[in-house]
């Protein structure tokens, strides 16, 4: 039987007001900017100017004013989250895949954030959950929920999310939560309240820094009719591959970062 395959897509142009990725040059860095009329990036090789890049489409190569090579891509959500502007830790992408499979993100579900820091896991919440879903993020620091929020701005997601200041262990303003994930020094202090606001059955995962908040953590899950609980730490090595040296891995690597722990609330 013959398969049937849908035509190609034409590939979108790329416009003022798009986010992408700047990628290339001697040590192949890349910068992650904003498409504005009028506008230039300086790079260490040169500066290339927006309107160069707009009306390409993804894959292009663009010239910078020294002549050094480039290209252009609109950012995967890895590219978003590394690049946000920091004022806190980021969950870093080796823990978010953990975390999101713990947490079941699906399209069109509701998640509440804890702890929205510099919003890099807000962004990747905020793209599984699609047009129909909704993240409920919430910080105690309004310096960080603003900087945050402007990090989901320019990743184009403002619209699925809704952020407040908040404090970890006051009552949530949202119930019947599919899913709650708490980033936090001290996540017992909101562990009840994060019961109160998951639906039945709804998974929750906390990330934890050392192991005596990880003991605390554990015991405060247990203590608030929470099952089903694992805590883990995932390790991440990235290999050199040389074709005439050989293959072996990189010197460093990111080691630990933090503890991750899921649960699953039970029913009454």
């Known amino acids: 039987m013959i398969e049937m395959r849908e035509a190609a897509k034409v590939p979108q142009k790329l416009e003022y007001g798009d986010t992408v990725i700047i990628w290339g040059g001697k040590k192949n860095r890349s910068f992650i900017i904003t498409l504005q009329e009028g506008e230039i990036l300086n790079t260490h090789l040169g500066v290339i100017a927006h309107e160069d890049v707009v009306h390409q489409v993804e ?32 969950v870093y992408p080796k823990d978010a895949g953990w975390l999101i499979l713990a947490l079941d993100i699906v399209p069109g579900i509701r998640v509440l954030e804890m702890g929205t820091g510099s919003g890099a896991f807000t962004i990747l919440l905020a793209r599984l959950v699609g047009s129909e879903g909704k993240v409920y993020t919430f910080d105690r620091r309004r310096d960080f929920l603003l900087n945050a929020l402007n990090n989901i701005k320019i990743a184009g997601l403002s619209h699925r999310v809704e952020a407040r200041i ?10 019947d939560m599919d899913a709650v994930f708490l980033d936090l020094p001290n996540p017992w202090v ?37 099952l089903s609980i694992q805590a883990v730490e995932v390790l991440e090595r990235n290999i050199l591959v040389r074709q005439q040296q050989g293959v072996r891995p990189f010197e460093r690597m990111i080691g630990f970062t933090a503890y991750l722990v899921s649960a699953r609330k039970a029913g009454d």
């Open 190 to 226: 909101a562990i009840p309240a994060a019961y109160d606001a998951l639906a039945p059955g709804r998974p929750i995962a906390l990330v934890v820094p050392n192991a005596e908040q990880l003991k605390k953590a554990v015991a405060t899950l247990e203590e608030n009719g929470f």
């Open 59 to 90: 894959g292009s190569k663009v010239c910078s004013s020294k002549g050094h090579h480039f290209w252009v891509f609109r950012p995967k959500t890895r590219e978003l989250m590394m690049k946000v502007k920091r004022k806190t830790q980021i």
């Open 166 to 175: 908040h404090l970890a262990g006051e009552p949530f303003p949202v119930e």
